[in-house]
């Protein structure tokens, strides 16, 4: 649990100390405190796959339906204003918290990535 915390941080999920990313989205090879390995941890398109099924939904749809039943049906172009950035504020907010959670929950159960293999393709098999 204590990884998975520091994962949703962006921390380090062994050390605690370093940072996950580098920027916005692009995860760090190694932790710069510990030296942790974290490229076999990869995690590139899971997040947006998990924030698509769960939170902002969760967050935006029963407010939508809240405010359509009790806001007295309120124009299109207003739910347009309301909910459009809100959806975009969860997403830039949620993306790298889902992801540093991944990666943690990864390294947690040691399921790396596997290594290209380096050999020729045999196509006479």
């Given amino acids: 649990m204590t990884a998975l915390l520091r994962g949703w941080r962006g921390s380090c999920p062994r050390c605690g100390a370093g940072t996950l990313f580098g920027s916005f989205l692009k995860m760090r090879s190694h932790c710069p405190a510990c030296d942790l390995a974290l490229?076999?941890?990869?995690?590139?398109?899971?997040a947006g796959l998990f924030h698509h099924l769960s939170p902002s939904a969760i967050i935006v749809v029963p407010l939508v339906l809240v405010m359509e039943r009790y806001g007295d049906?309120?124009?299109?172009?207003?739910h347009a204003v309301l909910w459009l950035p809100l959806s975009v504020v969860l997403a830039l907010y949620l993306?790298?918290?889902?992801?540093g959670t991944v990666i943690a929950l990864l390294w947690a159960h040691r399921i790396a990535a596997p290594k290209p293999s380096?050999?020729?393709?045999?196509s006479s098999a």
């Fill in 39 to 46: 490229e076999p941890y990869r995690a590139d398109d899971v």
């Fill in 73 to 78: 049906h309120p124009p299109l172009w207003f």
């Fill in 95 to 99: 993306l790298p918290h889902i992801k």
């Fill in 118 to 122: 380096t050999g020729s393709f045999d």
